[in-house]
């Protein structure tokens, strides 16, 4: 069975940080681009970040850059997003997603709320 679950959502102060984790098992997760996404109220989901299979190359949505980080641990089978100097706008559900040839994956979310 597959599952991705998402970790390390919370409520954080404006130019706080957050670490989330996404847990994968029931695939063979190293073989996976790994990615998260995210969903603020009234938006659409939105690709903040993702990773190829061999960890090589990473990219970062252009409002991401400089602030979030994305790296995977394969003994693991765990992706994370650091994400630093978090701004209200990054008040979102995020989303872990894994992807390889016609097969994808989703998490069922985890929420950041940015707020003082």
């Known amino acids: 069975q597959v599952q991705l679950v998402e970790y390390g959502g919370g409520l954080v102060q404006p130019g706080g940080s957050l670490r989330l984790s996404c847990a994968a098992s029931g695939f063979t997760f190293s073989n996976y681009v790994m990615s998260w996404y995210r969903q603020a109220p009234g938006k659409g989901r939105e690709l903040v970040a993702s990773?190829?299979?061999?960890?090589?190359?990473?990219n970062l949505a252009d409002s991401v850059k400089g602030r979030f980080a994305i790296s995977r641990d394969d003994a693991k089978n765990t992706v994370y997003l650091q994400m630093s100097s978090l701004k209200p706008e990054d008040t979102a559900v995020y989303y872990c997603h894994a992807r390889a040839l016609i097969y994808t994956y989703w998490g069922r979310g985890t929420q950041v709320t940015v707020s003082s």
């Open positions: 990773i190829t299979s061999s960890g090589g190359s990473t």
